[in-house]
Protein backbone atom coordinates (compact mmCIF):
# COMPACT_ATOMS: atom_id res chain seq x y z
CA UNK A 1 0.00 0.00 0.00
CA UNK A 2 1.76 3.21 -1.09
CA UNK A 3 2.74 5.73 1.00
CA UNK A 4 1.41 9.55 -0.57
CA UNK A 5 2.30 11.62 1.95
CA UNK A 6 4.43 11.26 4.86
CA UNK A 7 4.87 12.95 8.47
CA UNK A 8 8.07 12.68 10.61
CA UNK A 9 7.98 14.11 13.93
CA UNK A 10 10.37 14.08 16.70
CA UNK A 11 11.49 10.55 15.35
CA UNK A 12 15.40 10.90 16.18
CA UNK A 13 17.17 13.41 14.91
CA UNK A 14 14.89 14.50 12.35
CA UNK A 15 13.67 17.25 11.82
CA UNK A 16 9.88 17.58 11.06
CA UNK A 17 8.97 16.55 7.73
CA UNK A 18 6.32 16.25 5.29
CA UNK A 19 7.34 13.88 2.06
CA UNK A 20 5.73 12.63 -1.37
CA UNK A 21 7.39 9.70 -1.21
CA UNK A 22 7.20 8.16 -4.93
CA UNK A 23 4.88 5.10 -5.57
CA UNK A 24 7.53 3.12 -6.44
CA UNK A 25 11.07 3.50 -5.76
CA UNK A 26 12.65 5.97 -3.16
CA UNK A 27 16.36 6.75 -2.75
CA UNK A 28 17.14 8.25 0.58
CA UNK A 29 21.23 9.12 0.83
CA UNK A 30 23.31 11.02 3.51
CA UNK A 31 26.36 10.25 5.45
CA UNK A 32 27.32 8.30 8.53
CA UNK A 33 24.65 9.30 10.94
CA UNK A 34 22.81 11.83 9.30
CA UNK A 35 19.20 10.39 9.96
CA UNK A 36 18.71 8.12 6.64
CA UNK A 37 17.96 4.76 9.30
CA UNK A 38 15.77 6.72 11.24
CA UNK A 39 13.55 7.44 8.47
CA UNK A 40 12.94 4.05 7.63
CA UNK A 41 12.39 3.00 11.12
CA UNK A 42 10.03 5.63 11.10
CA UNK A 43 8.01 4.12 8.71
CA UNK A 44 8.46 0.81 10.33
CA UNK A 45 6.68 2.21 13.20
CA UNK A 46 3.73 3.65 11.62
CA UNK A 47 3.38 -0.17 10.02
CA UNK A 48 4.06 -2.43 13.31
CA UNK A 49 4.22 -0.15 16.29
CA UNK A 50 7.47 -0.81 17.04
CA UNK A 51 11.38 0.05 15.78
CA UNK A 52 13.74 -2.52 14.66
CA UNK A 53 16.26 -0.91 16.50
CA UNK A 54 15.24 -1.09 20.04
CA UNK A 55 12.89 -2.91 22.05
CA UNK A 56 11.22 0.22 22.96
CA UNK A 57 9.87 3.31 21.40
CA UNK A 58 11.11 5.43 24.29
CA UNK A 59 14.77 6.10 22.49
CA UNK A 60 13.04 6.88 19.50
CA UNK A 61 11.67 10.04 20.78
CA UNK A 62 13.85 12.75 19.91
CA UNK A 63 15.63 14.23 22.84
CA UNK A 64 13.96 16.88 24.08
CA UNK A 65 11.12 16.30 23.32
CA UNK A 66 7.51 14.17 24.91
CA UNK A 67 6.15 12.42 21.90
CA UNK A 68 7.06 11.20 18.81
CA UNK A 69 4.19 10.87 15.64
CA UNK A 70 4.65 9.64 12.70
CA UNK A 71 1.34 10.11 10.16
CA UNK A 72 1.09 9.10 6.26
CA UNK A 73 -1.63 8.89 4.02
CA UNK A 74 -1.80 5.92 1.53
CA UNK A 75 -3.50 4.53 -0.89
CA UNK A 76 -5.37 1.32 -0.79
CA UNK A 77 -5.43 -1.55 -3.01
CA UNK A 78 -8.89 -0.51 -4.47
CA UNK A 79 -7.44 3.35 -4.92
CA UNK A 80 -9.44 4.92 -1.69
CA UNK A 81 -7.40 6.33 0.54
CA UNK A 82 -6.26 5.88 4.08
CA UNK A 83 -4.79 7.91 6.45
CA UNK A 84 -2.74 6.04 9.33
CA UNK A 85 -1.42 8.10 12.32
CA UNK A 86 0.92 6.81 15.06
CA UNK A 87 2.36 8.28 18.51
CA UNK A 88 3.98 7.49 21.08
CA UNK A 89 4.31 9.95 24.33
CA UNK A 90 7.54 9.39 26.87
CA UNK A 91 4.32 8.83 29.67
CA UNK A 92 1.81 6.62 28.19
CA UNK A 93 2.02 4.12 25.79
CA UNK A 94 1.45 4.56 21.66
CA UNK A 95 -1.71 5.98 20.43
CA UNK A 96 -3.07 4.51 16.31
CA UNK A 97 -5.51 5.72 14.51
CA UNK A 98 -6.48 4.56 10.91
CA UNK A 99 -8.96 6.88 9.17
CA UNK A 100 -9.74 8.24 12.19
CA UNK A 101 -10.71 5.91 14.52
CA UNK A 102 -8.49 4.75 17.70
CA UNK A 103 -7.52 1.32 17.28
CA UNK A 104 -5.64 -0.83 20.13
CA UNK A 105 -3.97 -3.62 18.19
CA UNK A 106 -0.46 -3.52 16.40
CA UNK A 107 -2.15 -6.76 14.19
CA UNK A 108 -4.61 -4.13 12.73
CA UNK A 109 -1.84 -1.93 11.74
CA UNK A 110 0.21 -4.32 10.26
CA UNK A 111 -2.89 -6.07 8.10
CA UNK A 112 -3.33 -2.22 6.83
CA UNK A 113 0.18 -1.96 6.07
CA UNK A 114 2.58 -5.00 5.28
CA UNK A 115 6.38 -4.08 5.97
CA UNK A 116 9.24 -5.74 4.85
CA UNK A 117 12.63 -4.94 5.98
CA UNK A 118 15.88 -5.67 5.14
CA UNK A 119 18.60 -3.89 7.05
CA UNK A 120 22.22 -5.59 8.21
CA UNK A 121 20.17 -7.27 11.06
CA UNK A 122 18.50 -9.48 8.54
CA UNK A 123 21.45 -12.14 8.50
CA UNK A 124 20.02 -13.09 11.47
CA UNK A 125 17.24 -14.95 8.97
CA UNK A 126 20.14 -17.48 8.27
CA UNK A 127 22.34 -17.41 11.32
CA UNK A 128 20.19 -16.93 14.36
CA UNK A 129 17.74 -19.06 16.72
CA UNK A 130 14.82 -20.71 14.68
CA UNK A 131 12.38 -17.86 16.49
CA UNK A 132 13.90 -15.64 13.23
CA UNK A 133 12.47 -18.21 10.55
CA UNK A 134 9.72 -18.57 12.48
CA UNK A 135 8.49 -14.91 12.34
CA UNK A 136 9.62 -14.79 9.41
CA UNK A 137 7.17 -17.76 7.93
CA UNK A 138 3.97 -16.47 10.09
CA UNK A 139 4.69 -12.80 8.41
CA UNK A 140 3.62 -14.53 5.29
CA UNK A 141 0.81 -16.52 6.97
CA UNK A 142 -0.47 -14.01 8.75
CA UNK A 143 -0.92 -12.02 5.53
CA UNK A 144 -2.87 -14.63 3.50
CA UNK A 145 -4.84 -17.05 5.92
CA UNK A 146 -6.91 -14.86 7.98
CA UNK A 147 -7.69 -17.59 10.80
CA UNK A 148 -4.27 -17.37 11.32
CA UNK A 149 -4.21 -14.42 13.97
CA UNK A 150 -6.71 -16.15 16.24
CA UNK A 151 -5.51 -19.80 15.80
CA UNK A 152 -2.09 -18.40 16.97
CA UNK A 153 -3.48 -17.02 19.77
CA UNK A 154 -5.47 -19.84 21.01
CA UNK A 155 -2.39 -22.02 20.87
CA UNK A 156 -0.20 -18.76 22.64
CA UNK A 157 -2.81 -19.22 25.35
CA UNK A 158 -2.64 -22.78 25.90
CA UNK A 159 1.42 -23.38 25.65
CA UNK A 160 1.39 -20.53 28.43
CA UNK A 161 -1.26 -22.56 30.74
CA UNK A 162 0.43 -25.93 30.36
CA UNK A 163 3.92 -24.42 30.95
CA UNK A 164 2.65 -23.21 33.90
CA UNK A 165 1.25 -26.21 34.96
CA UNK A 166 4.59 -28.07 34.55
CA UNK A 167 6.38 -25.28 36.36
CA UNK A 168 4.14 -25.84 39.43
CA UNK A 169 5.94 -28.90 39.61
CA UNK A 170 4.11 -32.43 40.87
CA UNK A 171 1.33 -32.66 38.08
CA UNK A 172 -0.63 -35.20 37.54
CA UNK A 173 -0.72 -35.92 33.52
CA UNK A 174 -4.69 -35.43 33.91
CA UNK A 175 -4.45 -31.81 35.14
CA UNK A 176 -2.98 -30.74 31.88
CA UNK A 177 -5.93 -32.19 29.18
CA UNK A 178 -8.00 -29.42 28.73
CA UNK A 179 -5.09 -26.78 28.09
CA UNK A 180 -3.28 -29.67 25.72
CA UNK A 181 -6.50 -30.57 23.77
CA UNK A 182 -6.60 -27.00 23.08
CA UNK A 183 -3.04 -26.83 22.16
CA UNK A 184 -3.42 -29.66 20.01
CA UNK A 185 -6.17 -28.28 17.90
CA UNK A 186 -4.67 -25.16 17.84
CA UNK A 187 -0.73 -26.14 16.73
CA UNK A 188 -2.01 -28.39 13.95
CA UNK A 189 -3.93 -25.98 12.53
CA UNK A 190 -0.85 -23.53 12.60
CA UNK A 191 1.19 -26.56 11.31
CA UNK A 192 -1.31 -26.90 8.29
CA UNK A 193 -1.14 -23.03 7.70
CA UNK A 194 2.68 -23.16 7.64
CA UNK A 195 3.09 -25.79 5.37
CA UNK A 196 0.48 -24.68 2.72
CA UNK A 197 2.20 -21.23 3.12
CA UNK A 198 5.24 -22.92 2.42
CA UNK A 199 3.91 -25.17 -0.62
CA UNK A 200 3.33 -21.66 -2.39
CA UNK A 201 6.89 -19.35 -1.41
CA UNK A 202 9.36 -22.54 -2.19
CA UNK A 203 8.63 -22.01 -5.54
CA UNK A 204 8.69 -18.17 -5.90
CA UNK A 205 11.55 -18.23 -3.81
CA UNK A 206 13.58 -20.46 -5.50
CA UNK A 207 12.76 -18.11 -9.26
CA UNK A 208 13.96 -15.18 -7.16
CA UNK A 209 16.94 -16.59 -5.81
CA UNK A 210 17.92 -18.01 -9.17
CA UNK A 211 17.60 -14.28 -10.53
CA UNK A 212 19.88 -13.16 -7.48
CA UNK A 213 22.63 -16.29 -7.61
CA UNK A 214 23.37 -19.37 -8.78
CA UNK A 215 23.33 -21.59 -5.94
CA UNK A 216 21.54 -24.44 -7.22
CA UNK A 217 22.44 -26.76 -4.16
CA UNK A 218 20.39 -24.92 -1.73
CA UNK A 219 17.46 -26.10 -0.41
CA UNK A 220 15.10 -24.94 1.77
CA UNK A 221 13.11 -27.32 4.28
CA UNK A 222 10.53 -27.17 7.10
CA UNK A 223 10.12 -28.79 10.60
CA UNK A 224 7.12 -28.70 12.51
CA UNK A 225 8.42 -28.60 16.00
CA UNK A 226 7.66 -32.17 16.30
CA UNK A 227 8.74 -35.71 15.03
CA UNK A 228 6.85 -36.38 11.70
CA UNK A 229 5.80 -39.85 12.22
CA UNK A 230 3.76 -39.29 15.62
CA UNK A 231 0.67 -36.99 16.42
CA UNK A 232 1.54 -33.97 18.61
CA UNK A 233 -1.26 -35.72 20.93
CA UNK A 234 1.43 -38.42 20.90
CA UNK A 235 4.31 -36.49 21.54
CA UNK A 236 2.88 -34.31 24.29
CA UNK A 237 1.99 -38.18 25.89
CA UNK A 238 5.31 -39.91 25.42
CA UNK A 239 7.67 -36.63 26.47
CA UNK A 240 5.37 -35.76 30.06
CA UNK A 241 7.61 -36.92 32.22
CA UNK A 242 10.62 -34.98 30.56
CA UNK A 243 8.41 -31.82 30.09
CA UNK A 244 7.63 -31.96 34.05
CA UNK A 245 11.27 -32.17 34.93
CA UNK A 246 12.44 -29.16 32.74
CA UNK A 247 8.39 -27.12 33.76
CA UNK A 248 8.21 -26.31 30.18
CA UNK A 249 6.78 -28.01 26.59
CA UNK A 250 10.02 -29.27 24.60
CA UNK A 251 7.84 -30.20 21.11
CA UNK A 252 5.12 -28.23 19.33
CA UNK A 253 4.72 -25.57 16.64
CA UNK A 254 6.22 -22.90 19.17
CA UNK A 255 10.00 -25.46 17.89
CA UNK A 256 9.14 -25.10 14.06
CA UNK A 257 11.83 -24.03 12.09
CA UNK A 258 12.92 -22.96 8.37
CA UNK A 259 16.54 -25.09 7.46
CA UNK A 260 18.62 -23.90 4.93
CA UNK A 261 21.44 -26.28 3.63
CA UNK A 262 23.98 -26.82 1.15
CA UNK A 263 25.01 -29.96 0.47
CA UNK A 264 23.46 -31.35 3.82
CA UNK A 265 25.71 -28.53 5.81
CA UNK A 266 23.91 -25.24 7.61
CA UNK A 267 23.68 -22.86 4.27
CA UNK A 268 25.20 -19.97 7.15
CA UNK A 269 27.93 -22.39 7.56
CA UNK A 270 29.09 -22.17 3.70
CA UNK A 271 28.38 -19.28 2.19
CA UNK A 272 29.66 -15.73 1.84
CA UNK A 273 28.53 -12.79 3.72
CA UNK A 274 27.59 -11.51 0.30
CA UNK A 275 25.80 -14.63 -0.96
CA UNK A 276 24.12 -14.79 2.80
CA UNK A 277 22.68 -11.27 1.74
CA UNK A 278 21.59 -12.27 -1.48
CA UNK A 279 19.25 -15.01 0.29
CA UNK A 280 18.10 -13.39 2.57
CA UNK A 281 16.37 -10.66 0.43
CA UNK A 282 15.59 -13.53 -2.22
CA UNK A 283 13.80 -14.98 1.21
CA UNK A 284 11.82 -11.56 1.59
CA UNK A 285 10.75 -10.46 -1.83
CA UNK A 286 9.81 -13.92 -2.62
CA UNK A 287 7.33 -13.24 0.25
CA UNK A 288 6.06 -9.93 -1.65
CA UNK A 289 6.08 -11.17 -4.75
CA UNK A 290 3.48 -14.37 -3.00
CA UNK A 291 1.60 -11.34 -1.46
CA UNK A 292 0.93 -9.85 -4.81
CA UNK A 293 0.49 -13.74 -6.64
CA UNK A 294 -2.17 -14.87 -3.85
CA UNK A 295 -4.31 -11.51 -3.80
CA UNK A 296 -3.12 -9.94 -0.44
CA UNK A 297 -5.93 -7.54 1.02
CA UNK A 298 -2.68 -4.76 0.10
CA UNK A 299 0.54 -4.52 -1.03
CA UNK A 300 3.71 -4.95 0.36
CA UNK A 301 6.31 -1.60 1.15
CA UNK A 302 10.07 -2.70 1.45
CA UNK A 303 12.43 -1.15 3.65
CA UNK A 304 15.71 -1.61 2.56
CA UNK A 305 18.44 0.11 5.04
CA UNK A 306 21.97 0.78 3.09
CA UNK A 307 21.38 -1.56 -0.08
CA UNK A 308 24.89 -1.36 -1.45
CA UNK A 309 26.88 -2.44 1.18
CA UNK A 310 28.30 -5.75 0.79
CA UNK A 311 27.03 -6.04 -3.06
CA UNK A 312 29.04 -5.79 -6.09
CA UNK A 313 27.28 -3.49 -8.94
CA UNK A 314 26.30 -6.89 -11.00
CA UNK A 315 24.31 -8.21 -8.03
CA UNK A 316 22.86 -4.48 -6.69
CA UNK A 317 21.49 -4.21 -10.10
CA UNK A 318 19.72 -7.82 -9.97
CA UNK A 319 18.49 -6.79 -6.65
CA UNK A 320 17.04 -3.42 -7.97
CA UNK A 321 15.77 -4.98 -10.75
CA UNK A 322 13.72 -7.30 -8.79
CA UNK A 323 12.19 -4.88 -6.45
CA UNK A 324 11.50 -3.12 -9.72
CA UNK A 325 9.46 -6.00 -10.94
CA UNK A 326 7.49 -6.49 -7.68
CA UNK A 327 5.95 -2.67 -8.72
CA UNK A 328 5.96 -2.40 -4.62
CA UNK A 329 6.90 1.17 -3.16
CA UNK A 330 10.40 0.95 -1.76
CA UNK A 331 12.54 3.37 0.56
CA UNK A 332 16.26 2.40 0.15
CA UNK A 333 18.84 4.25 1.95
CA UNK A 334 22.54 4.36 1.28
CA UNK A 335 25.29 6.70 1.71
CA UNK A 336 26.07 7.49 -2.13
CA UNK A 337 23.44 8.19 -4.06
CA UNK A 338 24.93 7.58 -7.54
CA UNK A 339 25.56 3.72 -6.47
CA UNK A 340 21.58 3.78 -6.68
CA UNK A 341 20.95 5.97 -9.35
CA UNK A 342 21.25 3.96 -12.76
CA UNK A 343 19.79 1.12 -11.44
CA UNK A 344 16.46 1.66 -12.95
CA UNK A 345 14.57 2.09 -16.07
CA UNK A 346 13.31 5.33 -17.10
CA UNK A 347 9.89 4.90 -16.70
CA UNK A 348 9.91 4.07 -13.14
CA UNK A 349 9.04 7.11 -11.04
CA UNK A 350 11.65 7.17 -8.72
CA UNK A 351 12.21 10.29 -6.18
CA UNK A 352 15.66 10.68 -4.62
CA UNK A 353 15.83 12.58 -0.86
CA UNK A 354 18.90 13.49 0.44
CA UNK A 355 19.62 13.77 4.20
CA UNK A 356 21.55 15.91 6.36
CA UNK A 357 22.12 16.23 10.29
CA UNK A 358 18.64 15.49 10.60
CA UNK A 359 16.86 17.40 7.37
CA UNK A 360 15.36 15.84 5.01
CA UNK A 361 15.04 17.15 1.77
CA UNK A 362 13.75 15.56 -2.07
CA UNK A 363 16.21 16.35 -4.84
CA UNK A 364 14.46 14.40 -7.65
N1 LIG B 1 16.41 10.04 20.50
C1 LIG B 1 17.28 10.72 19.75
N2 LIG B 1 17.21 12.06 19.66
C2 LIG B 1 18.05 12.77 18.87
N3 LIG B 1 19.02 12.20 18.13
C3 LIG B 1 19.14 10.86 18.17
C4 LIG B 1 18.27 10.05 18.97
N4 LIG B 1 18.63 8.76 18.80
C5 LIG B 1 19.65 8.76 17.94
N5 LIG B 1 19.97 10.02 17.56
C6 LIG B 1 20.99 10.46 16.59
O1 LIG B 1 20.32 10.44 15.32
C7 LIG B 1 21.19 10.04 14.31
C8 LIG B 1 20.46 8.89 13.65
O2 LIG B 1 21.23 8.34 12.73
P1 LIG B 1 20.75 7.18 11.76
O3 LIG B 1 21.09 5.88 12.37
O4 LIG B 1 19.38 7.41 11.32
O5 LIG B 1 21.79 7.55 10.61
P2 LIG B 1 22.11 6.90 9.24
O6 LIG B 1 22.09 8.02 8.29
O7 LIG B 1 21.27 5.73 8.98
O8 LIG B 1 23.61 6.46 9.50
P3 LIG B 1 24.48 5.19 9.03
O9 LIG B 1 24.81 5.43 7.58
O10 LIG B 1 25.69 5.32 9.90
O11 LIG B 1 23.68 3.98 9.29
C9 LIG B 1 22.52 9.70 14.95
O12 LIG B 1 23.40 10.76 14.77
C10 LIG B 1 22.16 9.54 16.43
O13 LIG B 1 23.19 9.94 17.28
Sequence with gaps: MPLKRLSVTAVRNLHPVTLHPSPRINII????????????????ILGLARSFRSTRLQPVIQHGEDACTVFAEAVLKNGTACSIGITRSKQADYQIRIDGQTIRSAAQLAETLPLQLINPDSFRLLEGAPKQRRQYLDWGVFHVEHQFLPVWQRLQKSLKQRNSLLRRGRI?????????????????????????????????????????????????????GWD?????????????????????????????????????????????????KLVVCAMKIAQGYLLQEMGAAQSCVFLVDDLPSELDEKHRKALSSLLEDLQCQVFISCVEAQQMQDCWQNDTPLSMFHVEHGRIVQTV
Aim: overall charge neutral.
Design 29 to 44: SGSNGSGKTSLLEAIH
Design 172 to 224: QRSMLVPWESELIAAGERIDEFRQAYLLKLKPVFENILGRLVLLDDLTLSYYR
Design 228 to 276: KERSLNQVLDDQFERDAQLGYTQSGPQRADLRLRIKGMNAVDILSRGQQ
